[in-house]
């Protein structure tokens, strides 16, 4: 990975004290025309009120490299369900 999602896990439980609430690094996908597709990664923290997310094969400008699955990251997080569900 370009940017390593392992500083930001060890701060989030080892600083912030802030416990996993589910499984690590879950495939999370949404649904096209053309079938299902893996959008990324995601783990969620403290009761699931705080979520981290990964979206596969995109830069820091997620929106411009993965179009679809920035629509369906930003869809589910607006509609407060779980990505991928």
């Known amino acids: ?3 390593p999602y392992t500083g ?4 989030l439980r080892k ?3 802030l416990n996993r609430s589910g499984p690590d690094w879950q495939a999370w ?3 096209t025309d053309v079938g299902t597709q ?3 990664h995601v783990t969620y923290y403290h009761d699931d009120l705080l979520t ?3 979206v596969l094969g995109a830069g820091h400008m997620v ?3 993965r179009p679809e699955a920035a629509y369906w990251m930003i869809t589910d997080w607006l509609r407060g369900t779980k990505l991928g569900q």
């Open 52 to 54: 981290f997310t990964t």
């Open 29 to 31: 996908t949404y649904t």
């Open 1 to 3: 990975a370009a940017c």
């Open 8 to 11: 930001n896990d060890y701060f």
């Open 63 to 65: 929106p411009q490299y």
């Open 15 to 17: 600083i912030l004290g």
């Open 38 to 40: 893996v959008g990324g």
